[in-house]
């Protein structure tokens, strides 16, 4: 299996950025896919899953509104678009995977994850 994310950067509040995740080494449409962060000096922070199919996607409250995932099965690739940056959201932003298909997942546990993208937002 292998997560590759790419996309990070540095941004001032409210600004916008887009990551993306290419997945390999699996069967893509058949897993949810997952986001999730972590903030220095925090733990593992779930922000948005999405199904297989895609057809259904859960946002963290924190995000909900200003973060969008979405998915392209053909590529392989996971997407998170990120609108309305807020300092907080300042963070190391990784891709995961559940350790099983088909289930949904909407924590940081039992999951892997690729080797992350970090995310500074700063004025």
């Known amino acids: 299996v292998q997560l590759v994310e790419s996309g990070g950067g540095l941004v001032q509040p409210g600004g916008s950025l887009r990551l993306s995740c290419e997945a390999s080494?699996?069967?893509?449409?058949?897993?949810?896919m997952i986001w999730v962060r972590q903030a220095p000096g925090k733990g593992l922070e779930w922000v948005s899953s999405q199904v297989g199919n895609g057809a259904t996607t859960y946002y963290a409250d924190s995000v909900r509104g200003r973060l969008r995932i979405s998915r392209d099965n053909r590529k392989n690739t996971l997407y998170l678009q990120m609108n309305n940056l807020r300092p907080a959201d300042t963070a190391v932003y990784y891709c995961a995977k559940p350790n099983v298909p088909f289930i949904i997942k909407k924590d940081p546990s039992d999951v892997q994850r690729g080797r992350g993208t970090p995310v500074t937002v700063s004025s």
């Open positions: 080494g699996f069967i893509f449409n058949k897993y949810t």
